[in-house]
């Protein structure tokens, strides 16, 4: 069939997995027959059996997806907030095929590839988005670092002998102060993430709120904290303590010295996700984690 040049999608694949080498090279088939046009990064297609139909693309930019209408993206969690990294700077929707663990950013299973392509070809999929933090790192007054994140951006002590000593804040007051691993400061959509194991609360996607979860905190008050999605969340490392560290998304990172102070508001710039169908939030927290359900009855009609 004759590639319809007027729809691209881009594709994005964990090539060092061999499901993804096999998932991929189904997906740009079935998209290829149908005449949609696929563009994939040069380094990843030296890995991957790919027609010579498929468009290479030499530098990994935000201007790459330009001109594709949807980024699909093969692999696990880390893969998947790679190209959330794309899906932020381009505006381009991005589609999750899981092929890791638990994938909660991911639309899709691998079983799923045939239907993701029919879905895709037919344009029956919806667009949702998803809040994001922007972090700023203060110190001395002036901002030494800026960056964003989807899940969360969590502030670290550097080693393992000793711990972080922190003060936190929210909407410019002081809350407590205590010795721990760190702080997760987290969108609803990391609630299922880092937060999830530092013991936060699951929140619903559609809540709009901000998160701060202690690490390991040695305090008496150390719960988890929800707060306004127009709060300001601050976390300040003491003058007198070790430097940390700052991840944003599990991915990015740089060192807070002594007396720095990380600020995470709500994020100027959503990242966009493609939805395939209408099952509830319930349902996917019950399946990614094969919680017991065995006795449920469900409500009267």
Not at 16 to 26: D, H, K, M, Q
Not at 78 to 88: D, K, M, N, Q, V
Not at 95 to 118: Q, S, T
Not at 263 to 289: I, N
Request: charged residues 25%.
């Amino acid at each position: 069939m004759t590639q319809n040049l007027a729809r691209t999608v881009f594709l994005l694949a964990h090539t060092g997995r061999p499901a993804a080498i096999r998932s991929a090279e189904l997906v740009v088939k079935g998209l290829l027959r149908h005449g949609i046009g696929v563009r994939v990064l040069e380094e990843e297609a030296r890995d991957l059996p790919l027609p010579d139909e498929v468009r290479l693309v030499k530098e990994a930019t935000p201007q790459c997806l330009d001109g594709c209408e949807l980024l699909i993206v093969l692999g696990g969690d880390g893969t998947l907030l790679r190209g959330a990294e794309f899906a932020r700077a381009s505006g381009v929707p991005m589609l999750g095929v899981n092929l890791g663990r638990v994938g909660f950013l991911a639309e899709a299973e691998r079983d799923d590839l045939d239907r993701v392509v029919d879905r895709v070809v037919a344009r029956s999929y919806e667009v949702e988005e998803r809040m994001t933090v922007d972090v700023v790192v203060h110190r001395n007054g002036d901002i030494v670092h800026t960056d964003w994140a989807l899940n969360e951006a969590a502030v670290q002590k550097a080693g393992a002998e000793k711990l972080l000593e922190v003060v936190l804040e929210i909407d410019g007051r002081p809350v407590t102060g205590f010795g721990c691993d760190g702080v997760v400061l987290s969108t609803p959509t990391g609630s299922t993430a880092y937060a999830f194991s530092a013991g936060g609360p699951v929140v619903w996607p559609e809540v709009e709120a901000l998160l701060m979860v202690p690490i390991s905190a040695h305090a008496l008050f150390a719960k988890p904290l929800v707060t306004s999605p127009d709060s300001v969340l601050a976390v300040e490392v003491l003058p007198h303590v070790p430097s940390g560290v700052l991840w944003c998304d599990g991915r990015r990172t740089v060192e807070l010295p002594p007396g720095a102070r990380v600020e995470v508001r709500r994020g100027a710039v959503p990242v966009r996700l493609a939805r395939l169908h209408h099952s509830s939030f319930t349902d996917r927290l019950v399946a990614k984690f094969a919680l017991p359900t065995t006795g449920w009855r469900g409500a009267p009609h």
